[in-house]
């Protein structure tokens, strides 16, 4: 097998174990998909890896249910730096006004990656929100949600931005979508970095 094939395995392996480690709650072997100075950046938090874990594992032992699924992924790899993309579904479960509901968030994970020291790990990881839905649990059951709330979060994560906000967490309102600046701007981020750039301004 040569290299390159070996890198690409490796970046696939990488995002996959960051989904089945960070939703079985296994932190431990979570933590091994990060460099030590990697950074995420989430809805509900914006962090180091260590914070992020720890708000994860919060959430955990408090209950918050959020699972993702993966699906068609993209490597972009020069020298040791690669920008990965990886289509996504966010699932959280929740009770928002007294209606127990499921939000589905569909997008991709749009991650900074890099080898040190022959490993591959991961130093930013930036969603991209593409589109969302609320559905009750018991089909037909309204949900109603107060307009001015929902509005102040972008169309491709506002129902996910919503029960966020009603449990308690401080709701990030310019990440990225499907189209825009902030997407537009996250790219030219990535081309820069993937051809030996600087990670931050």
Known sequence: MDQTLQDRLAIRELVENWAVWRDAGDWERFRTVWHDDGVMMATWVQGTADEFIAASRAGWEKGVSILHF????????HGNRAIAQTKMTISQRTTV???????VCTGRFYDFIEK?????GMVLRQPIYEKDRIDPLVPGTAIPLEPELLARFPAGYRHLAYIQAKIGYPVKADMPG??????????????????GGALRP
Request: glycine share 14%.
């Open 178 to 195: 499907l189209t825009g600046p902030e997407v537009e701007a996250l790219y030219a981020r990535g081309r820069a970095w993937l051809t």
């Open 70 to 77: 993966l699906g068609g992924h993209s490597a972009d790899v």
């Open 97 to 103: 006004h007294d209606v127990a509901c499921d939000v």
């Open 116 to 120: 040190r020291d022959g490993r591959w």
